[in-house]
């Protein structure tokens, strides 16, 4: 899946929380939402803070679709309220390949 694509996909299933995510759909998807907010803060820390909130619902639905492609409930998405060690974990979960 192309950088395109994977944006185009997360935004038409804006809150899809059903289904899987492939890694290139998420970590392209990742990618754009980090870029998007480094120019916004650099151009306006409200309009980074707004973009941020708009993109808050999908980051969560391709973050639940890409651990349902690993095997797991998207609910693992709470141990991002564990600061550090979550995230380190999550992200283990992430990378890891497709058990379809």
């Known amino acids: 899946m192309t950088f395109t694509e994977s944006i185009r996909t997360c935004f038409s299933k804006y809150v899809d929380f059903n289904g899987v995510a492939s890694r290139s759909e998420f970590w392209w998807f990742v990618l754009f939402v980090l870029l998007a907010n ?3 803060s650099w151009i306006s ?3 980074s803070y707004i973009f941020g ?5 999908p980051e969560l639905a391709v973050g639940a679709r890409r651990l ?11 141990l991002l309220l564990i600061p550090i060690i979550g995230l380190i974990v999550l992200i ?5 390949e497709s058990k379809r």
Do not use: E, K, Y
């Open 92 to 96: 283990v979960f992430w990378v890891q």
């Open 68 to 78: 349902h492609d690993t095997g797991r409930s998207g609910w693992w998405q709470l």
């Open 53 to 57: 909130l708009a993109v808050l619902l």
């Open 38 to 40: 480094l120019v916004l």
């Open 45 to 47: 820390p409200t309009l």
